[in-house]
């Protein structure tokens, strides 16, 4: 999957809901209505106890906006966020309040 949008969403929930991780390195473009989404899934898996691992998209695009939207902010509370292991994104990390990511 390579968006998440208000059309690939209903699709992106079944597959997230089932994954034992969510894997969002492929992810090149997430709207507003995905990024809600995602914490939606985050809110509803925690009230049932569950804590899923989230990697995050290799775009430095998304995540600039992520970070802009505060999205981290939230993400941290209902899943384990998970960098991609690359210098340029790891920045993007150091100067964010997640820096602590590894």
Known sequence: MT???EDTFEQALHIFREAQEIDLHG???IDPYGMVG????????KSQGVQK?????ESEE???YLERMDF??????YFTLKPVPT???RKIFTKSKLGCLT
């Open 3 to 5: 968006q998440i949008t």
């Open 27 to 29: 992810v090149t473009f």
């Open 38 to 45: 995602l914490l939606e899934i985050g809110e509803l898996l």
């Open 53 to 57: 691992t989230l990697y995050l998209p």
């Open 62 to 64: 998304v995540l600039k």
């Open 72 to 77: 981290f902010g939230f993400a941290d509370g």
């Open 87 to 89: 210098s340029s994104i």
